[in-house]
């Protein structure tokens, strides 16, 4: 199984970036697909999710600004940011929901992207 993060990036803050995270190995459309980040000195913390029948949550620091969304047909899940602040700085990494457990828990994924790195400046 391999989760491939891209669209990273320096932004500018009240900009917009669009992450990617092309998955392979698993069936792609039996599978809750899950964004994190984590800053430096903190844990990694649960951004949304986005299930398998296309339905959303969000936590509540990125809700109206954030928007998870996938093509089955390609294998990729997206997310994106817009009205970016400078404490969104973080390591963003998509993640492979299981079956059962916590959507905002660590553990309830299986799979875990390499990360890709976004960096907002004021």
């Known amino acids: 199984v391999q989760l491939q993060a891209s669209g990273g990036g320096l932004v500018q803050a009240g900009g917009s970036l669009r992450l990617s995270c092309l998955v392979s190995g698993v069936t792609f459309n039996n599978v809750g697909m899950g964004w994190f980040r984590q800053a430096p000195g903190k844990e990694r913390e649960f951004v949304g999710i986005i299930r398998s029948a296309g339905g959303t949550s969000y936590a509540d620091f990125v809700k109206g600004r954030f928007t998870i969304s996938r093509d089955n047909a390609k294998s990729t899940v997206y997310l994106q940011m817009n009205s970016l602040k400078p404490e969104d700085t973080a390591v963003y990494y998509c993640?492979?929901?299981?079956?059962?457990?916590?959507?905002?828990?660590?553990?309830?994924?299986?799979?875990w992207g390499q990360g890709t790195q976004v960096t907002v400046s004021s």
């Open positions: 993640a492979t929901k299981k079956y059962f457990g916590t959507i905002s828990d660590t553990s309830s994924y299986m799979y």
